[in-house]
């Protein structure tokens, strides 16, 4: 009985101290992301700052040059904003939640290309690393923005084009 006891007493600490390194490995996981996602929106908040002083020294040089106007700018800043939700320190509490990440992605991924979403589950590892899946989600999301902005600016520079064949 008494080595029973023994047996018992020697298990719990190592399992205790096991749980605690899986813990403490998946907070540095999760931190890791965070801080990635981070990096990521500082970027894209870089490019938009840019892309906004690109617009402003084209308008000065060329008054004829078509402006974006405020509906596009308004659609820009929502773009934006759904991307800072998705990459807040929160989202990848969400995505790890037990409604899956298809649900979680489907608010930010409205206007966003849906078409171009790949089944997230092929994604996962084999033991359900959601994790990874949020980081790539982010990935994927920050993709599609880029290049949803890259077809404006390319309509953008289509109009301009013919208003320059169209002129004097």
């Known amino acids: 009985s008494r080595e029973g006891q023994g047996l018992c007493r020697s298990r719990f600490p190592q399992r205790s101290a096991r749980e605690r390194q899986d813990g403490e490995r998946a907070l540095r996981e999760a931190r890791s992301v965070q801080d990635e996602q981070q990096q990521r929106l500082r970027a894209l908040q ?3 700052e840019q892309l906004r002083q690109q617009e402003q020294h084209l308008h000065q040089a060329n008054p004829s040059f078509p ?26 509490r969400a995505l790890l939640g ?3 990440l298809g649900s979680a992605l489907a608010p930010g991924a409205r206007g966003l290309l849906p078409e171009l979403l790949p089944p997230l589950g092929m994604f996962l ?11 790539l989600c ?3 999301l920050l993709l599609k923005h880029r290049a ?15 208003s320059l064949k169209k002129g004097p």
Do not use: C, V, Y
């Not at 800043?77 to 990848?92: F, G, M, V």
């Open 46 to 48: 870089e490019q938009l």
């Open 148 to 162: 949803r902005m890259d077809h404006d600016f390319l309509e953008n520079e289509r109009i301009f084009l013919e």
């Open 67 to 92: 402006s974006l106007g405020r509906p596009h700018l308004a659609r820009q800043r929502k773009q934006l904003q759904q991307l800072r939700d998705e990459l807040s320190p929160a989202a990848p």
């Open 125 to 135: 590892r084999s033991d359900g690393n959601r994790l990874g899946s949020a980081a």
């Open 138 to 140: 982010g990935h994927l």
């Open 98 to 100: 037990t409604d899956g």
